[in-house]
């Protein structure tokens, strides 16, 4: 999307990006210099409490599983990050696994069902983005 933002930029409209950033979101002093601004990705209290809601909702204890789109997603990395960082907290939490559907609720649906077979005392998962937390499937 670097491209057409960029064109549009230079044609005046003003580029203001939200919860994810281009590049590497430094605006000043990184390779992407045209967005007017950013409102971050890292809404670190809402994981926070989305990821802890996760836990409390499975008795404080047990494993999960956190399904992501991809790497290199500033929002749902920073999704996956926090939720990584909250369940370390937890000493009675095992995070069993992450996968990367790619944006495919199929592959979603897949790695949801394997991770169950292969886990099935999974407690809970945490989807980081609408195919991750909308894995179709039979449940």
Request: proline share 7%; with cysteine; glycine share 10%.
């Amino acid at each position: 999307m670097i491209q057409p933002l960029q064109k549009a930029s230079q044609a005046g409209l003003p580029i203001l990006t939200v919860d994810t950033f281009i590049g590497d979101g430094d605006y000043l002093n990184g390779p992407v210099k045209f967005p007017l601004s950013s409102l971050p990705p890292t809404m670190s209290w809402a994981v926070e409490i989305a990821c802890n809601a996760l836990i409390d909702a499975i008795g404080g204890k047990g494993k999960i599983y956190i399904q992501n789109v991809k790497r290199g997603i500033s929002s749902t990395d920073a999704r996956e990050d926090g939720c990584k960082k909250v369940a370390a907290a937890n000493k009675d939490i095992t995070l069993v696994a992450v996968d990367y559907n790619d944006d495919d609720p199929t592959k979603a649906q897949a790695q949801v069902e394997a991770m169950l077979q292969k886990t099935p005392d999974l407690g809970g998962i945490f989807g980081t983005n609408v195919f991750s937390a909308r894995a179709p499937g039979p449940w």
